[in-house]
């Protein structure tokens, strides 16, 4: 076992059932330390959710207490596009805004670091994003500080420097980020996570599984995050079933949400690995596809082709263990596990051919992951080449 790791967290993490009510005080210390200032940009999604159901009033009470002023940017939509990231990054400019209150799931989460940094910096987004057609010009000023409230259980976003954004215009989906934009608070309320829908539910938490079952089995796992992995796997597990089936099990809420949130750190302790990189490649050519949902559809070719090398059994058989098979000696008891858990939550049969895929397009999802995202192919415990990728996605087409 790799005995080495880094971490490094300057997030103030504050979890559990009812934290959001500390939000004002923690915002005011942080305000009175000189880290934030004294007017907010609240980005929020374009849906309805928050006001619907309370939680962006609670959050601008909150803000009041805090007596900081704060101008609302509700653009943030299902798979962020570079556009919105601009035009909130805009908003904020213009809003005269000193830091971010980003309250939401994982698109807002995510969008929050790019307009973080579009909000301090010239030029485009892509001009700082690395892969694909990404310039990768180093950043020129420090980006605005950011609070993250997270309403939903998924993307880990709320506590690392990393979020996903698409291009259009060039199919790409790539990973922004830099590690001076960690949030500086995070705020895990399980209970703002009850009226999630129990699909968005599922994909979600499946999301948030695949963040740390994909660090277990990456060539870059330490002492560290394979033991933080492995709680976030076993928590999920147990939970995101009961979370599916009652929205309002709290209990169910904290388990997932725990999973969720650890996986932020795995994350910064380890490489995610090419089943996020193929993913990104299938949403980035279809939009309407949701992350956890694409995530879902490969995961099984995924894992058994490193199975059928033989790349790294131990793992396998360890997350099967803690997936509900304690007696597990074998790796194919991953996949038993993760087929039963898939079935539980029911979401064993989405099909890529619903959101518009063809069988031909495996080659050309293939490339793109390459191309875009190739740094996580070189977190894989083994070589796969293009045509070895394209043959995932035909494995998994239906």
């Known amino acids: 076992m790799n005995m080495n790791f880094n971490l490094n967290t300057p997030t103030n993490l504050i979890f559990g059932a009812g934290k959001l009510e500390e939000l004002g005080s923690q915002i005011a210390t942080k305000c009175a330390e000189c880290k934030l200032g004294k007017k907010a940009l609240l980005l929020i999604s374009n849906g ?36 919105v990231v601009m035009e909130a990054a805009t908003f904020a400019k213009d809003n005269n805004c000193d830091f971010i209150v980003a ?34 010009q180093p950043l020129v000023n420090p980006a605005l500080p950011i609070v993250t409230i997270a309403t939903s259980s998924g993307t880990g976003s709320e506590i690392n420097c990393w979020g996903v954004i698409s291009n259009h215009q060039t199919n790409e989906k790539i990973g922004f980020g830099d590690p001076s ?7 895990v309320d399980p209970e703002l996570m009850k009226t999630v829908p129990a699909k968005y539910t599922a994909y979600q938490g499946f ?40 929205g309002n099990d709290l209990e169910a809420r904290e388990g997932v949400a725990y999973g969720s949130t650890i996986a932020g750190l795995t994350m910064q302790l380890t490489n995610t690995t090419a089943q996020h990189s193929m993913e990104h490649a299938m949403s980035a050519y279809h939009h309407d596809l949701p992350h956890g949902a694409g995530l879902i559809m490969i995961s099984k070719a995924f894992a058994e082709f490193f199975i ?16 509900g098979i304690p007696e597990a000696d074998k790796p194919e008891d991953f996949i038993t596990a993760l087929v039963k858990l898939q079935k539980d939550c029911g979401v064993d049969n989405l099909k890529m051919s619903d959101y518009g895929f063809t069988p031909d397009e ?37």
């Open 181 to 187: 934009i960690v949030p500086v608070l995070a705020i």
């Open 308 to 323: 059928e090398k033989h790349a790294c059994d131990e793992q396998f058989i360890k997350m099967a263990r803690v997936m």
């Open 48 to 83: 309805n959710s928050v006001k619907k159901y309370g939680t962006l009033e609670c959050v601008e009470k909150q803000l009041m207490k805090a007596d900081v002023e704060y101008a609302i940017c509700a653009n943030i939509h299902e798979n962020p596009s570079k556009e």
């Open 207 to 246: 999301d948030a599984l695949f963040h740390n079952t994909e660090v277990m089995i990456s060539n870059g796992i330490n002492i560290l995050s394979e033991t933080i992995a492995l709680s976030a796997i076993e928590q999920i597990a147990k939970y995101l079933p009961r979370a599916v089936a009652n």
């Open 362 to 398: 495996s080659m050309t999802l293939a490339v793109n992951a390459r191309e875009t995202m190739g740094g996580l192919f070189l977190s894989n415990p083994c070589e796969m080449s293009n045509e070895e990728c394209a043959e995932i996605f035909d494995k998994s087409y239906k």
């Open 103 to 136: 309250l939401g799931g994982g698109a807002v989460l995510d969008s929050s670091v790019a307009v973080a940094a579009m909000a301090t910096n010239p030029g485009d987004l892509w001009d700082y994003v690395s892969g694909g057609t990404g310039k990768a």
